[in-house]
Nanobody, 118 residues
Framework: QVQLVESGGGLVQPGGSLRLSCATS????????MGWFRQAPGKQRELVAV??????????DSVKGRFTISSISRVNAKNMVDLQMNSLKPEDTAVYYC?????????WGQGTQVTVSS
């Protein structure tokens, strides 16, 4: 059974930084990309950043220049990707989800809460 586990969320003041991590477990035949999405209360889930195995990235306009997605690494049979978030704003407050796309609906983590507030 495939699982994605996120970590690193929390409460941070505006202008602060957080680093989110995602690790997969279970059998995933081939990962071509990994990404981060977020969902704020009352809003739809939206793409934050995605990276392909080849290193191509795509960011939401709202996070460009502030967030950086790491390369996909493989450690002890786990595929891992991080999201470095700098200069955080209150509007970044949301539940952040790790995602592995597949020909179907893909795999999702359980989410980690990020709250930006003074």
């Amino acid at each position: 059974q495939v699982q994605l586990v996120e970590s690193g969320g929390g409460l941070v003041q505006p202008g602060g930084s957080l680093r989110l991590s995602c690790a997969t477990s279970g059998s995933i035949f081939s990962i071509t990309a990994m990404g981060w999405f977020r969902q704020a209360p009352g809003k739809q889930r939206e793409l934050v950043a995605v990276i392909t195995r080849g290193g191509s990235t795509n960011y939401a306009d709202s996070v460009k220049g502030r967030f950086t997605i790491s390369s996909i690494s493989r450690v002890n049979a786990k595929n891992m990707v991080d999201l470095q978030m700098n200069s955080l704003k209150p509007e970044d407050t949301a539940v952040y989800y790790c995602h592995v796309p597949t020909p179907g609906s893909g795999y999702w983590g359980q989410g980690t809460q990020v709250t930006v507030s003074s």
